[in-house]
């Protein structure tokens, strides 16, 4: 399996902007498909994962109401709508993909597979 991350760039305080992740290879529909993302000097936080059958989707807590993941099957690709983007939102994107149970889902040091990151800047 291979992603591809892409959509970051600078925007402002409030803009929105839309990160996709292309897949390559066999995704089972038990994979989880998550994002994250790491800010310089922090640790690799939790955004967002959804199951590649679509049945469940998760947030991190301050991404909730803002942030929207989805995924297109058809186009082996799963996407994250980020709205009302704050400065706090600044780093480096990652997607990334497994076969995970759901209680793992916010576990980066279980995923298999990582795309090579996106960066995100908001400025103020």
């Known amino acids: 399996v291979q992603l591809q991350a892409s959509g970051g760039g600078l925007v402002q305080t409030g803009d929105s902007l839309r990160l996709s992740c292309l897949t390559s290879?066999?995704?089972?529909?038990?994979?989880?498909m998550g994002w994250f993302r790491q800010a310089p000097g922090k640790e690799r936080e939790f955004v967002a994962v959804?199951?590649?059958?679509?049945?469940?989707?998760a947030y991190g807590d301050s991404m909730k109401g803002r942030f929207t993941i989805s995924r297109d099957n058809a186009k082996n690709t799963v996407s994250l709508q980020m709205n009302s983007l704050k400065p706090e939102d600044t780093a480096v994107y990652y997607c990334a993909a497994s076969p995970l149970v759901w209680g793992a889902r916010t576990r980066s040091d279980l995923y298999r597979y990582w795309g090579q990151g996106t960066l995100v800047t908001v400025s103020s």
């Open positions: 959804i199951r590649w059958d679509g049945s469940h989707i």
């Open positions: 290879g066999r995704i089972a529909s038990n994979y989880l």
